[in-house]
């Protein structure tokens, strides 16, 4: 009977450490400095698009990496503002 009651703690002390987890990777301010990372990921791409291709890059341009990294971010960021 002493084994079941270690591991219902166990069980219970690792239920706790995940919703607290989860609580707080879910809470507004987090939530905000993911935005806030991920806007600076999209600075830095768009000054490694100036540095590589110049500030007149144009609009017919081919889509490069950056380019698609960019757009992933931009939409992870919009996902992000939906759960605020």
Same mark, same amino acid.
């Not at 609580?23 to 600076?40: P, V, Y």
């Not at 698609?68 to 759960?83: F, G, P, V």
């Given at each position: ?5 270690? &591991? ?6 690792? /239920? %706790? ?7 707080? +990777?879910m809470s507004k301010g987090s939530i905000r400095k993911r935005i806030a990372k991920k806007q600076r990921q999209i600075s ?6 100036? +540095? +590589?291709? /110049?500030?007149? +890059?144009?609009?017919?341009?081919? &889509? %490069?990496? =950056? ?9 992870? &960021? %919009?996902?992000?503002?939906?759960? =605020?």
């Amino acid at each position: 009977m002493d084994s079941i009651g270690t &591991i219902a703690s166990v069980v219970a002390a690792v /239920g %706790t450490v995940l919703s607290l987890w989860y609580s707080r +990777r879910m809470s507004k301010g987090s939530i905000r400095k993911r935005i806030a990372k991920k806007q600076r990921q999209i600075s830095d791409i768009d000054n490694e698009l100036v +540095r +590589r291709y /110049g500030i007149n +890059r144009g609009h017919c341009h081919p &889509i %490069t990496s =950056l380019d698609q990294k960019k757009a992933k971010l931009i939409q992870e &960021i %919009t996902d992000l503002q939906n759960e =605020l």
